[in-house]
C-alpha cells in the first residue's frame, strides 16, 4: 500500500515570495492534515479536511496561507507572502478514522522543509 | 485546553539496557487516546504504540510499552532492549474524541542510545 506523498521534499525561498506543497494521501483516506513543524518542536495542526470540506483551520493564518482539497483526495497548502518565521517543515497526513472507535492512527508522508532566506 | 508536556528535552540510554520516557496530559474530556510516535533524522514520523483512555490494559506493540496511569493523566512510553536505531525523536500526542481525529503533539524528546 502506498503511503502519504508528498512534494517538493525541499524548497528555499526569499521572504516575501510565495510557496505551494502538494499532499496525496493513501488511498481511502477521508481524513487529511496539515502540520507545521518548526525545528525543536512537537507538530502543530495547520488545518484538516474531511473529504474536502474544512472541519478546523483554527490556527492557519490565513492571512498569508491556504489550503485546498477540492476533489476529496490530494491537497495543496500555499503560503503567500512567505515569512522567515514560515520556515519549518511542513507535514501531511491522513487518517481512516472519522469517529468514535479503533485506533484513528495518522499516517504521515515524509514532509516538506521550507527555508525562507 | 487540552495539553501534552513531555518533561525530557533528551535522554540518554545504554544499548540493551530499557528507558522510559515521560509524557503527561491534560483534558477534562474522558473519552481520548494517546498515542507515540518517532521521528528519526529522515524526518518521517513513525508510529508505535496506543492507548484508548477506556482500555484496562497498558498496551505494548513489541518493545514498546505504554505505562498508562489515568489517575496521575501519565503516558509513559517504555521502549525495552534498547538499539542503537532507536535513536530519534520521540512525540507523545493526543487525541480527544469528539474533536474530529486531530492528534495534539508534544514537545518531544530525542533519545540517543549509545553503543
Known amino acids: 500500500e502506498a503511503g502519504v506523498a508528498q512534494s517538493p521534499r525541499y524548497k528555499i525561498i526569499e521572504k516575501r515570495q510565495s510557496v505551494a506543497f502538494w499532499c496525496n494521501p493513501i488511498s481511502g483516506h477521508a481524513t487529511l492534515y496539515w502540520y507545521q513543524q518548526i525545528l525543536g518542536q512537537g507538530p502543530k495542526l495547520l488545518i484538516q479536511?474531511?473529504?474536502?470540506?474544512?472541519?478546523?483551520d483554527s490556527q492557519l493564518p490565513k492571512d498569508r496561507f491556504s489550503a485546498e482539497r477540492l476533489k476529496g483526495v490530494d491537497s495543496t497548502l500555499k503560503i503567500q507572502p512567505a515569512k522567515l518565521e514560515d520556515s519549518a517543515v511542513y507535514l501531511c497526513?491522513?487518517?481512516?478514522?472519522?469517529?468514535?472507535?479503533?485506533?484513528?492512527?495518522?499516517?504521515f508522508g515524509e514532509g516538506s522543509r521550507l527555508t525562507v532566506l | 485546553a487540552q495539553k501534552i508536556t513531555q518533561t525530557q528535552p533528551g535522554m540518554f540510554v545504554q544499548e540493551k539496557e530499557a528507558v522510559t520516557l515521560d509524557c503527561t496530559y491534560d483534558?477534562?474530556?474522558?473519552?481520548?487516546?494517546l498515542f507515540w510516535y518517532k521521528q528519526p533524522s529522515s524526518g518521517e514520523m513513525i508510529f508505535l504504540i496506543y492507548?484508548?483512555?477506556?482500555?484496562?490494559q497498558n498496551a505494548t506493540e513489541g518493545r514498546y510499552s505504554l505505562n498508562f496511569q489515568k489517575a496521575r493523566k501519565s503516558a509513559n512510553l517504555v521502549i525495552s532492549a534498547s538499539q542503537l536505531g532507536d535513536s530519534a525523536m520521540y512525540f507523545c500526542?493526543?487525541?480527544?474524541?469528539?474533536?474530529?481525529?486531530?492528534?495534539?503533539f508534544g514537545q518531544g524528546t530525542e533519545l540517543s542510545v549509545k553503543p
Open positions: 500526542a493526543m487525541r480527544v474524541d469528539n474533536q474530529g481525529g486531530k492528534l495534539i
Open positions: 492507548q484508548g483512555s477506556y482500555d484496562q
Open positions: 479536511f474531511q473529504n474536502n470540506g474544512v472541519v478546523d
Open positions: 497526513a491522513s487518517s481512516l478514522r472519522t469517529g468514535t472507535g479503533g485506533t484513528g492512527e495518522l499516517f
Open positions: 483534558t477534562s474530556d474522558p473519552s481520548y487516546g
